[in-house]
């Protein structure tokens, strides 16, 4: 069910979905495995997700990437 409504968010409005769905993993992602040594989990994780979408931002402009 979550992932059906995921890729229908995704379809529907892919401006919001990138980003929406990343906090939507960081914030499962720090209920359920917080570490408990690093209160930061969700702003490194909130890095992890900045730096991918970027590299993902980069592929996806290139000519040609996605064939």
Same mark, same amino acid.
């Given at each position: 069910?979550?992932?059906?409504?995921?890729? *229908?968010w995704a379809?529907?409005?892919? @401006?919001?979905? %990138?980003?929406?769905? $990343? =906090?939507?993993?960081?914030r499962?992602? #720090?209920?359920?495995?917080?570490?408990? *040594?690093?209160?930061?989990?969700?702003? @490194?994780?909130? %890095?992890?997700r900045? $730096? =991918?979408?970027?590299v993902?931002?980069? #592929?996806?402009?290139?000519?040609d990437?996605?064939?």
């Amino acid at each position: 069910m979550l992932l059906s409504a995921l890729r *229908d968010w995704a379809r529907d409005s892919p @401006t919001t979905a %990138v980003p929406g769905i $990343a =906090r939507s993993i960081i914030r499962f992602v #720090v209920s359920v495995i917080p570490d408990p *040594d690093h209160e930061d989990t969700a702003d @490194t994780l909130e %890095v992890l997700r900045d $730096a =991918r979408l970027s590299v993902a931002h980069a #592929v996806h402009s290139v000519p040609d990437a996605h064939r």
